[in-house]
């Protein structure tokens, strides 16, 4: 009895640390954009780690989107476009900004879902903070076994 409850509560703690790594990667934004009006969102990322998402409006097609870089240099710019898939990766570390520009005689009405993916010694930080976890658990179990034979 007393191993199933040790192995019940390394499995709680292993699946509670992996609910908690992979939960904070994605966010989406709803925006309202005034004629000729420009709403930014603004994030950070280190040099490695990459962006990527989609920008969907209500149907306006006359929309610009793209983002700059901490130097304010265009990573990638989409002109008129009412909806828009993106990818890219960090060249330098710092904070980066989706810019929305209106350039209907309408308010415009979008959502951008994006997911920043964090890198910790060139890995994914998520796949990086699981091997941290899954090291730690098995460490765990060695010792739990060791002070059982004694």
């Given at each position: 009895?007393?191993?199933?409850?040790?192995?019940?509560?390394?499995?709680?703690?292993f699946s509670f640390a992996f609910a908690v790594v992979v939960q904070v990667m994605a966010d989406t934004v709803a925006l309202q954009v005034l004629p000729q009006e420009q709403k930014v969102v603004s994030f950070s990322l280190n040099s490695g780690?990459?962006?990527?998402?989609?920008?969907?409006?209500?149907?306006a097609v006359n929309v610009d989107f793209w983002i700059s870089d901490p130097q304010n240099r265009?990573?990638?710019v989409y002109s008129?476009?009412?909806?828009?898939?993106?990818?890219f990766v960090a060249q330098t570390s710092g904070t980066f900004q989706f810019h929305v520009f209106n350039k209907?005689?309408?308010t415009v009405v979008g959502t951008l879902n994006y997911t920043l993916v964090h890198r910790i010694f060139g890995v994914p930080q998520e796949i990086f903070l699981l091997l941290v976890i899954v090291g730690i658990v098995l460490l765990m179990v060695i010792a739990w076994a060791v002070m059982a034979k004694a």
């Open positions: 009895m007393r191993h199933i409850r040790g192995i019940l509560t390394l499995l709680f703690l780690d990459s962006a990527s998402g989609i920008m969907v409006t209500n149907g265009n990573v990638t008129s476009v009412g909806s828009v898939d993106f990818s209907n005689a309408e």
